[in-house]
């Protein structure tokens, strides 16, 4: 079964690569039409999957996911209008060259060819993981959480149907519908047939994916995000900014978990931390010095320094100098993003060239890691590896290159 | 051990990507000059390893490529200062934007990190391999083939006082002493320290490594690269590009091992093939409609169109058209090195476009396919999948990005 879909997707994938612009965009316009127009027998799909979740005790925030309503087709349906409006980034050639034996060699970005996107129980990741694959002229393998199987059903044969009716192969998206975890663990290994995997969702997840795969992967998501109060800080920027990152949303994976600040300041800056954090009934688990400062704080364990909370809980930390700062976050980030608070022009450098992670700010709020806010116009997930993608992915992570090279009759010597 | 040597390797990656270009090149020139001067002593380890080897009854071309002799030390010092002589890509800044909210987001070139390389029998390799990574400031873990080690450990003790005199880090080369295939298993599942795994040596290898590693890889090597002439093709181009394609070296991934032949230029094509052939006592292998125009053709199996041969034989088939060139070339190929020999400007379009492979070419020979030639001026192997890097790979595919974010107090709304 999972062979019969490989060898459909990569069939698919071969004739997806020959899709203009044109009617790729037509192809996703009539898609986002057939959703909205199938809505209903959508939510029927989709009720059959609320109930198996209710009986089984799903909890109220992850039921609220689950759901899918009229108000979620519309954004479904305009978030796949929204990928039309993109510029499509397939067929350019990034640079051509003629070489000294006349052969004219140039790099022409191109699809990937068949994208496996392995998620949980979100049924609108159905919906947007097609859209940003199609655009980019990919043929995709679906392997959606077992708790939305009927939604996802019910969604897959509703865009297939609008292929169909747009002269475009269906092969082009293929849903696993037996969701076994080993059937899932085979199809991380369908190299012949798969180019590149996409795991999205929690760190449990990411981490079957990243260990049983043979398939190239793009890791995504987990963030153990600091900020760094310098001695030079403004802490009028800083207070707003930490606030900001730890809790304009406890979820994210851009959400700032740790605290650093340098020694000089933190009788200054600590109080200031501590009543904003307390206010808005944030914890901090700190060392010795912090605590030393403010009673509020509460010891933190080694462990605390490596957690990505995405809860009202944040780690903080005093540091000597900026190099103890660097080694701390160096030391216990997950490499997506940090944010340096300073209004000294070297120490800003400084951070920005020896942390090692995906984005590094200066005086801004590690929130804006995200592919909207950076102007892609879309997002994918965000990379944490370095190979391939690293930080936010738009349409660019979802293609690669070849080279094509006009002769006139060369052989090497 | 492979722990501490990790620890090591991820500290030193630390100070390489502070090292300017002045600081690197400084230490290759050291580095280069060490490898002549200590030629002796090298050649007195590689002398145990020929032994050893010759008792294990290895071929003679093997130990050849295992034999390092006074000469080699030129070539290996002069391959050093060629790198030298690359311009480096760290820390340029692809391209950088304003948002509209005042951020100033650019994506700026960095090392990869720590990269593992995993090979077999050659200890030029091990110069080769360092020189590469050193360059673009990354620190380097090297697994080469038992057969070599006491040449490596030689090698590498070389370069780590090289490296000392220049005052940098003697942990940015490093070598894993055991060579126990478990050791090296071990080694592919070190993702806390390793941020790339680039496997350089034959299809076993490269399969162990795709299977094993939970790193991110780049796969290299295998090459069942094709040659399709058209019922356009210039026959004066066709056999001289076929005979350099096949026979120039037979040994390498972008030697041709397929030829695919329009039925309308079949009679005149595959006599003046076979003689060009027959006369480089190289044997065809090829369907029924070739061997009806040449007796010298021998049956082919299903299995000789997947065959990457490497040695004097070369299967053939006959197409009726174009489409169906495509086709047979996109199943059997392993993604490498395609050409079409046409004079007809739709075909070669055509070509370009559909065929999915690392490098396809018009009127050419498929031995272009090579990092020198391409004009990188270096070459780390050519990777046939489609992640990060596909073709030939130049010092660019040893390096990641970052995103550097210049703000003055912005937060999220």
């Known amino acids: 079964m999972l062979e019969e879909l490989g060898i459909k997707a990569k069939r698919a994938s071969r004739l997806m690569a020959k899709l203009g612009q044109k009617e790729k965009n037509n192809a996703l316009l009539n898609v986002a039409d057939a959703i909205v127009a199938h809505a209903e027998e959508i939510i029927a799909a989709n009720d059959k999957d609320i109930e198996y979740a209710k009986n089984k005790g799903m909890s109220e925030a992850l039921l609220d996911r689950l759901k899918l309503t009229k108000e979620r087709f519309i954004v479904m349906a305009d978030g796949v209008r929204e990928v039309v409006a993109l510029e499509d980034p397939i067929g350019e050639v990034l640079s051509m060259k003629k ?205 605390d320094y490596g957690t990505e909370y995405l809860a009202r809980i944040i780690s903080a930390k005093v540091v000597d100098n900026i190099d103890e700062a660097i080694e701390h976050i160096n030391r216990y980030s997950t490499g997506h993003s940090e944010a340096i608070i300073t209004e000294n022009y070297e120490n800003a450098q400084r951070f920005l060239d020896e942390i090692d992670s995906a984005c590094v700010y200066v005086n801004a709020s590690t929130r804006f890691t995200d592919g909207f806010m950076f102007g892609f116009g879309a997002e994918i997930g965000i990379s944490t590896q370095k190979l391939h993608a690293r930080g936010p992915m738009g349409l660019l992570a979802l293609t690669s290159t070849k080279y094509i090279i006009y002769g006139d009759g060369q052989i090497r010597e």
Do not use: W
């Open 99 to 303: 070489r000294p034996n006349g052969l004219l060699i140039g790099q022409q970005r191109v699809p990937m060819g068949v994208i496996g996107i392995i998620y949980e129980s979100r049924p609108n990741v159905t919906v947007d993981a097609f859209a940003l694959t199609f655009k980019t002229g990919n043929a995709v393998i679906l392997r959606g959480g077992s708790d939305c199987i009927n939604s996802n059903i019910a969604l897959v044969k509703v865009i297939k149907e609008a292929l169909r009716e747009s002269n475009v192969t269906e092969d082009a998206i293929n849903l696993i519908e037996d969701t076994d975890r080993e059937v899932a663990k085979e199809f991380m290994r369908m190299n012949k047939y798969v180019d590149l995997l996409i795991p999205r969702g929690g760190a449990g997840l990411i981490r079957t994916v990243v260990e049983n795969a043979t398939i190239p992967v793009i890791e995504t998501g987990t963030g153990n995000c600091h900020i760094y109060v310098d001695s030079f800080a403004s802490l009028d920027k800083a207070i707003p900014i930490i606030k900001n990152a730890k809790l304009q949303r406890l979820g994210t994976c851009n959400t700032c978990e740790s605290l650093v600040i340098h020694k000089d300041i933190a009788d200054k800056a600590i109080p200031l931390i501590v009543d904003m954090l307390e206010e808005n009934e944030c914890e901090i688990r700190g060392d010795e010095a912090s605590i030393a400062i403010s009673s509020y704080i509460k010891p933190a364990t080694e462990e």
